[in-house]
């Protein structure tokens, strides 16, 4: 089911999908984010339990004042070939959702069927494959290093914090940097 959602979110920035819309670049990224925060946004009616348990009030809101900075700073050193609003509007929707469908509800899925440190190892293996595509012509490259690296920190983040707070923000400072 995991893959099936982020196929039908995340899949759709990776595929052919946005190079065969009817139209410009910036235009088809910004439709495809826009579905992507609709999903997000169904998800959160349609399942509020996974909304309460991953996004639950906590102390370490005021982190996100982190990547806020940091899109002020974006357009001094942003060299993309999207649009900087397009790009920031992506990143924001599209990073808090794959953390979302990851450490917040498949990690909570996982939680309630096996201990809770084999859920984190379980959710940092399907992170970390969900990333392998993007380097599957060269599977030994050093950026691999780093997505392990990711997937651990941000699953054992979601498991001892009880949020995906930590997670989001590292990963969405990632894309802004």
Same mark, same amino acid.
């Given at each position: ?13 990776? /595929? ?10 910036? /235009? ?40 806020? *900075? ?20 992506m990143i924001l929707v599209t990073v ?14 996982? !939680? ?6 084999? *859920? ?29 690296? *990711? ?9 001892? /914090?009880? !949020? ?14």
């Amino acid at each position: 089911m995991w893959f099936l959602a982020w196929a039908a979110t995340q899949g759709l920035f990776i /595929s052919e999908i946005l190079t065969r819309l009817p139209w410009e670049i910036n /235009s088809s990224y910004t439709v495809v984010t826009i579905w992507v925060l609709i999903v997000t946004v169904t998800c959160f009616i349609l399942m509020p339990s996974f909304r309460k348990e991953s996004l639950p009030k906590s102390r370490l809101l005021w982190l996100y004042s982190i990547p806020v *900075a940091l899109l002020f700073l974006l357009p001094q050193h942003y060299r993309l070939t999207l649009n900087l609003w397009v790009y920031m509007f992506m990143i924001l929707v599209t990073v808090f959702w794959q953390d979302y469908l990851t450490f917040g509800v498949l990690q909570s899925v996982l !939680s309630k069927r096996v201990s809770s440190n084999k *859920a984190a190892t379980l959710t940092a293996v399907v992170f970390i494959l969900g990333h392998i595509i993007f380097v599957l012509n060269n599977v030994f490259d050093p950026q691999m290093l780093l997505v392990v690296i *990711a997937g651990l920190v941000f699953a054992f983040s979601r498991r001892y /914090s009880g !949020s995906i707070y930590i997670a989001n923000i590292i990963h969405t400072i990632f894309y802004l940097m």
